[in-house]
């Protein structure tokens, strides 16, 4: 699901187009709806968002002015402009200004559905691509820290294969450690523990945001991130990210820099002399190499097994990839490649195909979200209706009632 929000003067346009995109889009949510540019923008500093629907006239900082901000500094944010000017010089700035779409007002919603598919598409590859990159990237650094890159021509080319320019000793960086606590704050979420990555992630940027930060992998509630800077060793306010975390995502933690390098190459032959006691002791095997007994193609049989195992549970990359003895990078490298999609999607295809059998059932639908593995009821529904066209009230009631009716015909 992707966050958008929605910045317009007029009431009514405001909550047409949220009611229209609550009701219709379940593939996009909206986090937040703004009278002007400056509310907006001040709201895309400090929260993650992948679409803006604007209007072009409004107070203090209009649609225009908005968007160039939004290019400028934001350039992953997609947006979408709705006037009623069609001049061509508002078209030619919004083009300028990187905006995808201008839309005239009153608006169609057939128009805007059209393009919202064309622009959800464009963000699933934007994402892929980045999710692909910040996976070598953290491939990388887990090999480095894990003594797996041992040879300096090895980690110059692979360091080349990344998407972060320069060189090895361009960067300074540290290794962080979020600790959450097991406490009651952490009794809130309910999206899993592969979108608590992401989240502690995105809130570390948005505190950091003078340095690049990857996520590389969990042990237990340990999560560790690498952070680089071209220009000086990071030098972290602990109290403010851990406020930005507290703010955000409401949870207790602690946090804390295992070790600092001058250049990438350090951080290799430190770890790879001795590592940390931390890493030596976690759970998380940096391995990537095939175990000796096994080949690849049982390894993804071993993985598909224990899928097919724990699929209820609050099940993560992490998780399985400890169970073969595989970095999470390496291991979603691997199962992609052998198997042909990603961890996420065979394991939503396991969930699905179980739905389908459980709604067969006079299970209540709620309950059926639990028993395949889902926190949120929200999410198996928007994913039960992209595997299968429906949602689970709609396939129960008529797909499965029209399976009924032929095997009764049968007979």
């Not at 990237?137 to 887990?142: D, H, Q, R, V, W």
């Not at 961890?343 to 179980?354: A, E, G, N, P």
Request: net charge negative; charged share 25%.
């Amino acid at each position: 699901m992707y966050s958008l929000i929605i910045v317009d003067d007029e009431d009514i346009t405001k909550v047409a187009i949220s009611n229209y995109i609550k009701n219709k889009q379940p593939e996009f949510q909206v986090k937040g709806v703004f009278s002007n540019g400056a509310d907006a923008l001040e709201y895309i500093r400090s929260h993650p968002v992948d679409l803006v629907i604007t209007d072009i006239r409004m107070p203090h900082m209009d649609g225009l002015e908005l968007s160039r901000h939004i290019s400028e500094n934001h350039p992953g944010i997609i947006t979408i402009i709705i006037s009623g000017y069609s001049e061509f010089e508002y078209a030619r700035k919004a083009i300028r200004y990187g905006v995808s779409t201008y839309l005239l007002k009153p608006l169609d919603f057939s128009e805007l559905a059209e393009n919202l598919k064309l622009l959800k598409d464009k963000l699933d590859t934007l994402h892929m691509d980045a999710t692909y990159f910040e996976e070598d990237i953290s491939l990388f650094f887990t090999d480095l820290i894990g003594g797996i890159i041992t040879q300096k021509e090895t980690l110059i080319e692979r360091f080349s294969s990344l998407s972060l320019d320069g060189c090895p000793s361009d960067y300074k960086g540290c290794l962080l450690i979020v600790s959450l606590e097991k406490n009651g704050t952490l009794n809130h979420w309910q999206y899993g523990k592969e979108q608590l990555a992401i989240a502690l992630l995105n809130s570390i940027r948005m505190t950091l945001t003078e340095y690049q930060t990857f996520h590389l992998f969990r042990s237990g509630m340990r999560y560790y991130f690498i952070v680089l800077s071209k220009k000086e060793i990071p030098v972290l306010s602990f109290d403010v990210v851990n406020h930005v975390l507290s703010h955000l995502l409401h949870f207790t933690c602690s946090i804390q820099i295992q070790s600092s390098f001058s250049n990438i190459e350090e951080l290799g032959k430190f770890q790879t002399a001795g590592r940390s006691q931390a890493l030596s002791s976690s759970n998380v095997s940096c391995n990537n190499t095939k175990p000796q007994t096994e080949n690849d193609d049982i390894i993804i049989q071993r993985s598909m097994a224990y899928i097919k195992e724990h699929f209820a549970d609050d099940l993560t990359r992490e998780d399985v990839a400890d169970a073969v003895f595989l970095s999470s990078a390496y291991f979603s490298r691997l199962f992609k490649q052998k198997a042909g999609l990603n961890f996420i999607d065979y394991l939503t295809t396991v969930r699905m195909q179980k739905a389908i059998e459980l709604l067969a059932t006079n299970m209540k639908v709620g309950d059926i979200a639990k028993k395949v593995g889902y926190q949120s009821r929200n999410r198996f529904f928007i994913n039960f209706r992209q595997y299968s066209g429906y949602s689970p009230t709609e396939y129960r009631h008529q797909i499965l009632k029209m399976e009924t009716e032929h095997e009764k015909n049968e007979y």
